[in-house]
């Protein structure tokens, strides 16, 4: 049997790109929803007629086992998922394809790919699912390098072990969201860390860019599911303790959460897991003002509930995503239990909304699977609307639409100034570019301090010219962002992209110390070059 193939260029599994008739229906919306007509349709560049760049590095004798240097594989970790990954796969431009692909199957492998890399001179780029959306696994190293090897964690994907009585379980790096999750079920255990790309990023890649996943209070990012971590750097193994949590200095995961691979290759980690839950409260409240909206999100945030799900999704991002809402702005509140029925939460939750002219007319929905079949269809009919989203980005793509996504956090005293100049600013370039554009904005995770807005924004562009279009736009929203006390990203990783930003917003001894911290670990400055560090002559 044939197995299912991973779309060259776009999201997700190759045949889910949606067919012709799909994509017309969709152009049609988005012309009522920017009032300007657009490009007609094309298709994706043809496998034949791909662009890949030839290979500068033959395969060395101590890595043939499993490495190659076909030209199908480089293609295929050329690129990240981010809109401008989107349009170079688009158009079939595999230019900047890596040297080598490494697929190794243990931590002997991974050492030897290493020492390879250091002595030739090769950039090593860790490579998890690819679904970077920052640059993080883009082959732009600069012109130091002999070439580039991408090293591809996939073949180490299973649970090794599992401690029932801490919750606890040892993962490789390679292991997928369904992978993980499907080895931790018949344990009725879980790690409950659903990024939107659970399908297809990697434990590794979570720790490696500190992924926030769907808990939208408390257990927002993977850290907090970080017991202990084992690298592999060049300069020797990085394996942490074991602890529920300590006190004794500044924390070796701390480091390893967010290197972005710059330090090494994550092979394992034990992270904390949960008994899968059983009971659930959801409710679905509106609110005709959207400062009200705000005002109720943040005395949620602050109310010590910890609902599981607290997304408010302002009215057009709610259109967008087919909530229905009729017109209002709409927050999606969830509470999800292994223990205990969640009547009196979702109550007292209730009642704050209500106290701010949010309204419930369907009331809460409390619901008590009775065994593991029934909580695991419960989470699969979730998942299944949850992920479909990403197939509609890569729709646009073929109808010239400017479409993505950026997000930030700041604290609440600073998210009016925040909110209303980050929407000025990306709306002016989106007008300056394709004439027209609508920006829309959720919260992804709210904190007591702050929350994390989440912004999507469509505009016309014109085929050839999405790139250009795309840089002015997303540079204007990133400049408001940190004029206005925003970090550039909450989730989203710094990679390539952000780098210029992040540059701005660390400290500058801070900057000195992580580059004496690569140095220390990586002195040859081969792993994952220009990522959070420029390259050092
Ligand atoms: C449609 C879509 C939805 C997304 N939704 C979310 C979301 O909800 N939340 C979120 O946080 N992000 C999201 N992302 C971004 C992306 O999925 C995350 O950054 C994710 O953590 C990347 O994991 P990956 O395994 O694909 O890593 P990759 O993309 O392969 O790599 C990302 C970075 O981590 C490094 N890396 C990967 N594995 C290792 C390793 N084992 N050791 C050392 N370094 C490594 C790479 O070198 C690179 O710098 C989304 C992306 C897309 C395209």
Known sequence: MKSRER????????????????????GELVTALLGTPGEAPREPCEAAALIVSPSRLAVPAPLAPFTSDGDDLRARRTHGRAYPDLIHGFRGDFDRAPDLVARPRDEGEIERALAFCEEAGVACIPYGGGTS?????????????????????GALDRVREVDPVSRAARIQAGATGPRLEAQLAPHNLSLRHYPQSFEFSTLGGWIATRAGGHYATLYTHIDDLVE????????????????????????PDRLALGSEGIFGVITEAWVRVVERPRHRARASVSFDEWEAAVDAVRALAQSGLHPTNCRLLDRTEALLHRVSAEGAHVLLLAFESADHPLQPWMARALEIAAAHKGRCPRGPQHSE?????????????WRAAFFDGPYLQTALVSLGVLADTFETACTWDRFPALHAGVRAATEEALRTTGGAGVVSCRFSHVYPDGPAPYYTFLGRTRFGRELEDWSRVKQAASDAILALGGTITHHHAVGRTHRSHYERERPAPFAAALAAAKRALDPAWVMNPNVLLPVEA
């Not at 130091?144 to 090897?149: E, F, I, K, P």
């Not at 699977?369 to 009919?381: I, L, M, P, Q, Y």
């Open 228 to 251: 202990s971590v084992r690298m592999v750097t060049p300069r020797g193994l990085w394996q942490s303790r074991r602890l529920p949590a300590s006190g004794a200095g500044p924390s």
């Open 133 to 153: 959306v920052a640059g993080g696994v883009a082959t732009d190293v600069g012109g130091r390098y002999a070439g580039v090897l991408s090293l591809d964690l």
């Open 7 to 26: 779309s060259a260029w776009g999201w997700g599994w190759a045949d889910r790109f949606p067919a012709a008739e799909e994509r017309r229906a969709l």
């Open 369 to 381: 699977s009775v065994s593991r079949g029934d909580a695991a269809a419960a989470d699969e009919k």
